[in-house]
């Protein structure tokens, strides 16, 4: 059986190894999101291919869930010394988006092929298997899109890492938009990922905006409604909040229920159940109000046990298993 898993960050890679553990590699592929991808003192980076790679690589520091263990930052810091003599207005050497010495390698080798021609598909692939990587990753597309989001209170708007680094991602916002997402497309890949494997899952990343991006690409929903009834999504919402990142409060900041309820009317036009925690039991019927089967499973991957049997669960769903 072939499994497409739609991804953001950290939670699609946890995810991913847990499914890991109940199902082959082989037949996995994740369609991730790349409209967190940004441009660092001319570097290429992005942030969610690159957390997905090193968890399934068992790589990525357990504390922070992004780089890579037993870092060190001596870049960084020596960057630090032109910080003095930066003329006002210019850009270079900014802090505040830590780049560690070891994944400085990674986000050297992207740049490079990038600028030799090659596609973010086929870059992605040569980083995976550098990576000894089973599972196949895509980016959603080969071409650029920017998340931008719009800030209430300083009444403009930044892209996605500078709301969520450098501001902690701890101020209101007010409106979220793809930049470039009306003349991008998704990858042949992924779309051939997507269409044609027997199952695909939504996993539990900010549906706003790690799996939103992939879906203002023009061809997304309309191909994953056609095959609704083999959708399976997962809620990052339990209890009310979001396990990791800000998608409770941009939820409410953006005029959506912060709940799995919320989280249904968002998935309900293009995926058939929703697995939702014990702890949102009491919502369920309110979800199927939605027009989504409800699987109650622990969706907390606090072990790998845990993972393993909301890996089985998910794939359960949409019938097939």
């Not at 973010?120 to 990753?137: F, H, M, N, S």
């Not at 023009?218 to 990142?245: E, F, M, Y």
């Not at 890996?311 to 298993?321: D, F, H, I, K």
Request: negative net charge; contains cysteine.
């Amino acid at each position: 059986m072939t499994v497409a898993v739609v991804c953001g960050g950290v939670g699609a890679a946890r995810f991913l190894r847990a499914l890991a553990g109940v199902h082959s590699t082989a037949d996995t592929v994740g369609v991730v999101n790349t409209g967190d991808d940004t441009v660092m003192h001319g570097l290429a980076i992005s942030p969610d291919l690159d957390t997905i790679t090193y968890t399934l690589a068992a790589a990525i520091d357990p504390e922070r869930g992004w780089g890579l263990r037993d870092e060190t930052w001596r870049a960084m810091e020596a960057l630090a010394r032109y910080t003095a003599v930066r003329p006002a207005g210019s850009a270079a050497a900014p802090t505040w988006f830590n780049l560690g010495d070891q994944d400085l390698a990674t986000h050297f080798y992207r740049t490079a092929r990038l600028a030799e021609g090659a596609s973010l598909t086929d870059v992605t692939a040569e980083i995976a298997a550098a990576w000894g990587l089973a599972q196949r990753l895509l980016p959603m597309t080969d071409q650029r899109v920017t998340t931008m989001v719009s800030l209430l209170e300083e009444g403009i708007e930044v892209p996605f890492q500078e709301y969520f680094v450098q501001r902690r991602h701890g101020v209101p916002v007010s409106a979220v938009r793809f930049d470039g997402a009306d003349r991008a497309s998704l990858s042949a890949a992924s779309h051939a990922a997507l269409s044609q494997s027997e199952v695909v899952v939504i996993a539990p990343s900010n549906p706003l905006v790690s799996i939103a991006p992939i879906r203002a690409l023009a061809q997304v929903d309309p191909l994953l409604a056609a095959r609704r009834d083999t959708v399976v999504a997962i809620s990052p919402i339990v209890g009310g909040a979001a396990l990791k990142g800000p998608a409770d409060r941009m939820m409410v900041e953006l005029g959506f229920e912060p709940s799995v309820v919320g989280v249904a009317r968002l998935y309900a036009p293009i995926a058939g159940t929703l697995v939702i925690d014990p702890v949102d039991e009491a919502l369920a019927a309110a979800v199927r109000a939605e027009g989504m089967r409800v699987v109650v499973t622990p969706s907390v991957m606090s072990s790998a046990e845990v993972g393993h049997e909301l890996a089985r669960r998910s794939l359960a769903a949409a019938g097939t298993r």
